[in-house]
């Protein structure tokens, strides 16, 4: 069974605090990992890591992925009470398909 | 325009009631997906569509009947729903990575309906 872990399931910051969230994977046929933020409704796409060791950078946001390790790791930077959201990691295992298993997601609390 | 909308944004309904949760995109996607989500846990995968065409159906019951009357739209029709159905239902789209040569590509969410079951 395709399995998502990520932790912690929650952290609180304060603002300007560097923080990193971790993602782990078993899925068969892996294609690719995605992060979602999610605040009220929908998940936002944040990035899309399909190679080792590439970072990915979007201003305070950054992430890598470790293909022979299975995991990833998303690091916000200088946070802001607008980084208050749930992390979300999913693991994309559908072939031309998505079929994204997702992670129970990190709630981060950033405190002014 | 990364946008999926979905529509109604909130929907109470009785468990003899039929009512139907719409989803559009225009951005040419060929892949759409029907997720739910509890309050507190993770969307969880119900149903696939590629090219109009159902390719997942992740074990959901009868009570809920996707279809995807074209490219654009996707809908899910509701039918003797129970309350344990509450949740928010979230529409999400994606290029079919066959079109893009293998290349993966990202799936965006719609705000998603939140549903009540009475």
């Known amino acids: 069974e395709d399995k998502v872990v990520q932790s912690p399931l929650s952290l609180v910051v304060h603002e300007g605090d560097t923080v990193t969230l971790n993602c782990s994977y078993e899925?068969?046929?892996?294609?690719?990992l995605l992060w979602y933020k999610q605040e009220k409704k929908a998940p936002t796409f944040l990035f899309m890591l399909?190679?080792?060791?590439i970072e990915k950078k979007s201003g305070r946001l950054s992430s890598i992925l470790d293909k022979k390790e299975l995991f990833s790791i998303l690091n916000i930077t200088a946070t802001q009470t607008g980084d208050s959201a749930i992390y979300l990691c999913?693991?994309?295992?559908?072939?031309?398909?998505?079929?994204?298993?997702f992670g129970k997601g990190t709630l981060l609390t950033v405190n002014p | 325009d990364t946008e999926v909308t979905q529509t109604p944004k909130h929907l109470v309904m009785g468990m003899t009631n039929k009512k139907s949760l719409k989803c559009e995109q225009h951005?040419?996607?060929?892949?759409m997906y029907w997720y739910k989500q509890k309050a507190k846990k993770p969307p969880e995968l119900m149903f696939v569509?590629?090219?109009?065409?159902?390719?997942i159906n992740e074990s959901v019951p009868s009570r809920f009947s996707p279809e995807c009357p074209n490219s654009s739209l996707l809908n899910l029709h509701l039918h003797a729903l129970q309350p344990e159905d509450s949740a928010l239902y979230l529409c999400?789209?994606?290029?079919?990575?066959?079109?893009?040569?293998?290349?993966?590509?990202?799936?965006?969410f719609g705000q998603g309906t939140r549903l009540t079951v009475v």
């Open positions: 999400a789209s994606s290029q079919d990575s066959v079109i893009r040569n293998g290349w993966d590509t990202e799936a965006f």
């Open positions: 899925v068969t046929n892996f294609r690719s």
């Open positions: 399909t190679s080792s060791g």
């Open positions: 999913a693991a994309n295992s559908g072939g031309s398909n998505y079929k994204l298993t």
């Open positions: 951005m040419g996607h060929r892949a």
């Open positions: 569509y590629s090219y109009e065409k159902l390719s």
